[in-house]
Nanobody, 119 residues
Framework: QVQLVESGGGLVQAGGSLRLSCAASGSIFSMGWYRQAPGKQRELVAAITRGGTTNYADSIAGRFTISRDNAKNTVYLQMDSLKPEDTAAYYC????????????????WGQGTQVTVSS
């Protein structure tokens, strides 16, 4: 059983930056970030394979960057030029295949970290 622990959320003004981290208790092949705002469906933000192949949602492309440190079993989400509409709970997820992570049916999920962007 793999455990995922997120950190780095908080309150930031529009235009600001935050970096989320997700530490896994074991070696994981593909990892990603989802977010869910109140009253909205959970959506994929970004995903990354162990080899560094990335995939981004159109809504955040160019503003967010996903990266990982395989030695630390940790994935990061650098969020720049934040907008009020980025306000959501952000969840780390992981599984063997990138396609599984991107489809939202991963076996492993973190507890979530709140990101609030004020206007």
């Amino acid at each position: 059983q793999v455990q995922l622990v997120e950190s780095g959320g908080g309150l930031v003004q529009a235009g600001g930056s935050l970096r989320l981290s997700c530490a896994a208790s074991g070696s994981i092949f593909s990892m990603g970030w989802y977010r869910q705002a109140p009253g909205k469906q959970r959506e994929l933000v970004a995903a990354i394979t162990r080899g560094g192949t990335t995939n981004y949602a159109d809504s955040i492309a160019g503003r967010f960057t996903i990266s990982r440190d395989n030695a630390k079993n940790t994935v990061y989400l650098q969020m720049d030029s934040l907008k009020p509409e980025d306000t959501a709970a952000y969840y780390c997820t992981a599984d063997l295949r990138l396609s599984t992570v991107m489809s939202g049916v991963s076996r492993y999920w973190g507890q979530g970290t709140q990101v609030t962007v004020s206007s």
